[in-house]
């Protein structure tokens, strides 16, 4: 086989691109896992995440402290208003899930009620992972 200029030319560009695309990778892998370990961190608590939400609008929105005061109890308020709402909720949907799932464990063989009961286990400690904190 002959190593002629435009064979050389043609494994210098292969090499080139393989190149960049092993960097471009590298470049895009690291983000993405530096940005899961920072999801992935501790979400913030209420009175953080309240904090945050004031002092963004106080500065986007040049408000004065008293205006800061205000806003912060109008948000504590709106939000054990909507937990309130969403206890009640979910409290609600606890009932429907026990009333369908006692449905189901009524059509159900004794055998298959112990695969059932495993089931349910995996789904309330997937939901209990899943859940905000």
Known sequence: MSDTPATRKAAVWVV???LLGAAAGGMLGYGYAHR???A???PLSEPERRAKRVA???QDLVLTSDQAKQLDAILMQRHAEVKTIRDQS???L???RQKGRDQIRAILTPEQKPNFEEFLKKMDEEKKRNAPK
């Open 16 to 18: 080139v691109v393989f």
């Open 36 to 38: 899961s370990v920072a």
């Open 40 to 42: 992935a961190s501790a």
């Open 56 to 58: 963004e609008l106080t």
């Open 90 to 92: 979910d409290a609600q």
């Open 94 to 96: 606890d009932q429907v």
